[in-house]
């Protein structure tokens, strides 16, 4: 019996195939086109339940769905029509594929709301995290999206180069970056001044730089470039005492902050750049 797929196989295998495609030049490599890719990969994997259609329908308060079809012994891919977003409906397809990849056995429907996958954030269940992990994987492979952001300083421009290159939104882009990165940084998700979540790399969560958002409500600093000066937003970043944001950091420790306001959804992303070395947890003397 074939070793089932996970969200890191799957996207590999299909990143294999698209790379040695597009090295054969046919067609543009990114952003990848997840419909045309759904509709082949069944018969390409040989299976007897191939995605035989693609389509958006009115289906309202779901973001997408994947449906089982017995008389046609395949599986429809819907998507929301009122997804203006071309980023977002691609990411939404996406996930759609992983589900089908990786969990049809287990279900034959799939029906995912906007939560599952608009801010691919941390706190999902685990087949929604499956199938956003896949999508990110896919859309944005680590070994194309690592040239475009190595070795250079991290903003919103580069992510924002990102973000139309693969094809997907900002926010997609920052994840990507933040949890495949080396460097110590911390992306926000603010609305009205509160966080809305908030995802640390590797480096800045073993350096004590991380926010706990889930069963607490958090301010943004009343100092931060964020809370002072909220319509003078700065994609490149301003440089800033860490102590702003991480009250014990060194007194002479600085971070870049930088923000962008992403309006068709109303919220503020906040990237905390660090220096690799700066430690920024409470001392243990305070509780
Ligand atoms: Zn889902």
Known sequence: MAVPLTSFT???????WLDALAGGGHGER??????DVALWVGQEMRWADPIYEVKSANIRNFEGGLFYVE????????????????????FTQAHELGHYL???????????????????GPELKLLESEADDFAANLLMPLNHFRLDTEGQAINFEVLGACSGK??????????????????SAVL????DGFMDWSFSSGRAFKRGAFFRTKHETREIPAS????????????????????????????????????????????????????????????????
């Open 188 to 191: 926000v998700l603010s609305r």
């Open 10 to 16: 799957a996207a590999a295998k299909l990143t294999h």
């Open 71 to 90: 008389d046609r012994k395949g599986w429809v891919m819907l998507y929301n029509e009122a997804i203006r977003s071309a980023g977002r409906r691609r």
């Open 224 to 287: 931060s470039h964020l809370a002072v000066s909220p319509s003078s937003l700065d994609k490149r970043g301003m440089d800033i005492a860490a102590n702003i944001w991480f009250p014990h950091a060194h007194p002479e420790a600085r971070l870049r902050e930088m923000n962008v306001l992403c309006e068709n959804y109303g919220y503020t992303l906040t990237l905390l750049s660090m220096s690799a070395g700066d430690e920024v947890w409470a001392p243990l003397t305070e509780d």
């Open 30 to 35: 990114f952003p990848v086109e997840v419909a």
């Open 166 to 183: 693969y094809g997907v939104s900002l926010t997609a882009a920052a994840l990507r970056w933040i949890k495949s990165t080396t460097q």
């Open 102 to 120: 990786i969990h049809r056995a287990r279900q034959i429907t799939f029906e995912c709301t906007q939560s599952d996958m608009l801010h691919w």
